[in-house]
């Protein structure tokens, strides 16, 4: 048992979560199963595997030779049958490749809502690539995921964008083969370059599988009405004192206040505050009869 941070082989950014490693050594060969955090409802544990083949220490050693058998579909099929006992889990015939090489997949639905994927790969450097001693070694990768609510899309992801880490410290292993030469049309004039959008990017890493992190609802915001603001009161009109007639040719006198209604002289609600109001004169005001009652 291994810490996560000794894993020789690792899931893409953003997830599964590793739970823990499982390492067991042999006289050829170091094999690793990567346990990855699990909360679907299909019974198995997910893992991803990965077993290296190599020139082995002595000391290293505790068990012997680790046999190697090749990607058949009768083997394959065993292999499928004993991950997801009783599940509908189907060969894929599409010829997909990542980083590494080729390599295939199956996948179906599992126990409840899950969607499984077994996916599996061979990388080895080409026979021609192998002479002299040069390019040996050979890496086995497994994968077992389900995934609660996935698509079988974002169960791939982790088949196009897991990484290797772990080396044997021989010149001689190289299981990826002689790199390829840089494209002989790089610099020169008459062949552009464009850049390339995200989106043509095939299952990029990075959130694709949360297996530890379960979907949260979509929050609904109910749609409210806008609050209309009640009218306010205008303020009041101070009111205007219009002079009769006949005194416009008196000298000007201060405008009083008209009152509601008559009042004798000397009524103290006459001294109080009075509303504003327009004095309209009489009819006999206008003819000139100054003694009518009314007139001032």
Known sequence: MLSPSEALIFPPPGGPEIVTVVSRTYSNAVAQQVILRSEAATPGQNYIKAEFFGPQQ????????????????????????????GENIAMSANYLQNGYGAFSYAAGNGRGDDTCLYGWQDIRSPESMRQDFRNLGRIKVRLRLCQSGASVDRLLAVMYNYTITG???????????????????????????????ADDVPMRPGGEVTASVPA????????????????????????VSIPSPAS?????????????????????????????????????????????????
């Open 248 to 296: 416009a040719g008196a000298p000007a006198q201060p405008a009083r206040p008209a009152v509601a209604g008559r009042r004798g002289e000397g009524d103290p609600a006459e001294s109080g505050p009075q509303s504003s109001q327009v004095s309209i004169p009489s009819p006999a005001c206008l003819t000139g009869a100054g003694t009518a009652p009314g007139c001032r």
């Open 58 to 85: 002595a000391g290293d050693t505790d068990r012997d030779a680790l046999t190697f058998t090749g990607f058949r579909s009768a083997s394959v099929a065993r292999e499928i049958r004993a991950e997801f006992p």
């Open 167 to 197: 080396t044997y410290a021989s010149q001689s292993w190289n299981p990826y083969g002689t790199p390829q030469a840089v494209d002989k049309n790089l610099g020169r004039p008459g062949h552009p370059v464009y850049p390339v959008r």
């Open 216 to 239: 949260r609802p979509a929050r609904r915001v109910a749609a409210v009405a806008p609050v209309q603001p009640e009218p306010q009161p205008l303020p009041p009109v101070a009111s």
